[in-house]
Structures are given as structure tokens and as C-alpha cells.
């Protein structure tokens, strides 16, 4: 299995970054939180998941080993597939995602689109006594440069289920706590998009 990838980023797409290892581009599924760490034409390293199925092989990429250790052992519960495990690492830190299980928060967990009530219930059953303490720091959390972040927040949304419209107003709701600095912690601001947006 592979376990890391580190090379140039030759692309990046709405929900994905391509890397060049060795004259062979990698595809590797991120979360915008990710994406947003990654410039073309630089350099990056990134952990690396590999889930094989019948008809595919997908790589999907983190910015650090906790995440990617998160994203496998959430879908080692019922009905967690990759793409649910990867929206949860999406919306909340794996730090967040313990505190939610291990304090049974089943408000935090339905925020992630795609897990509903139950859903919320069987993983915090079945990862409880699995998913360990928080941690500390703010993992999975890297800050962005520039302005972009509002088309990186938007298609993050987008990528996880909700509607241009919606997205448009949970960004603006959300705007403020931008401000005007040039370093915006885009995987934040996602998350408090994802706020609103169950509020609403």
C-alpha cells in the first residue's frame, strides 16, 4: 500500500491534487482543507490512503498522518464508506471527531453531510472505546494564502453535497471572521460554513 506521496503538484481540480512522482502524475481525492495547502508548481508531501474496490483504485491524500489515521477508522464503521469518512474529516479536526464520539455529541457528527441521526448513533457505538483522547493542536487545520479562499470554501460545499445558492450565502455568513489578513484558514472557515449551514 502506499503510505505517503511527495512530489510536484502538477494540478489541482475542485476536489483533488495531482502529484508528479517520478514522471508518473498520482491523483490523490483531498478535502478543501487540504487542497488549500497546495500550490502548483510546488512542492508537497502528502499521507496517502489507498481503498481498492472491483472496478477502481482511489488515493486520497491528508495533510498529515492523524488525518489520514482518522479517515481509515471511521470507516471501519457500519455504513462509513470512503467518501462519508472523507466529509468528516472535511468538516471537523480528527481532535473534533474524537471529542464528538468520546462526549456522545451526536449534533457535531450530523453535521457532516450524509450522516444522519442514526448514522451519528452507530458510529459513536462502535468508535467509542476505539477512537482514543483528543490529541491537541488543531490538526487538519492549515492556513491559506490569499484571497481564493471564497471559490476554495465554495467548492468544498459544493463537493459535499450542498447547492451553489446555499454555498453563496453560508460564505457570507461566514465572511467576517476572514477579516482582511492575507493568511485565511480556509479548513475553518469551511467548517463554520458547515455550521450555518445545519443552523439554517
Do not use: Y
Not at 465554495?154 to 450542498?162: E, I, M
Request: glycine share 10%.
Amino acid at each position: 500500500m502506499i503510505a505517503f506521496v511527495r512530489g510536484e503538484v502538477a494540478a489541482l481540480t475542485l476536489s483533488s491534487a495531482v502529484l508528479e512522482v517520478g514522471g508518473v502524475g498520482l491523483e490523490l481525492m483531498c478535502t478543501p482543507g487540504t487542497l488549500a495547502t497546495l500550490r502548483t508548481g510546488s512542492r508537497a508531501t502528502l499521507a496517502a490512503s489507498m481503498v481498492v474496490r472491483e472496478d477502481s483504485l482511489t488515493l486520497f491524500g491528508f495533510v498529515d498522518e492523524d488525518e489520514k489515521l482518522t479517515f481509515e477508522l471511521v470507516q471501519t464503521a457500519s455504513g462509513v464508506g470512503p467518501k462519508v469518512a472523507q466529509a468528516m474529516v472535511a468538516v471537523l479536526s480528527p481532535d473534533d471527531l474524537r471529542r464528538a464520539i468520546a462526549s456522545e455529541d451526536v449534533k457535531a457528527l450530523t453535521k457532516v453531510p450524509g450522516i444522519g441521526q442514526k448514522g451519528a448513533q452507530r458510529i459513536i457505538l462502535e468508535l467509542k472505546d476505539r477512537i482514543g483522547p483528543p490529541v491537541g493542536g488543531a490538526a487538519g487545520v492549515r492556513p491559506a494564502v490569499g484571497e481564493p479562499w471564497r471559490d476554495q470554501v465554495q467548492q468544498g460545499l459544493v463537493g459535499l453535497g450542498w447547492s451553489t445558492k446555499d454555498a453563496e450565502k453560508a460564505i457570507d455568513a461566514v465572511a467576517p471572521a476572514a477579516g482582511s489578513t492575507t493568511e485565511v484558514d480556509v479548513a475553518a472557515l469551511l467548517r463554520a460554513a458547515l455550521r450555518s449551514l445545519s443552523r439554517a
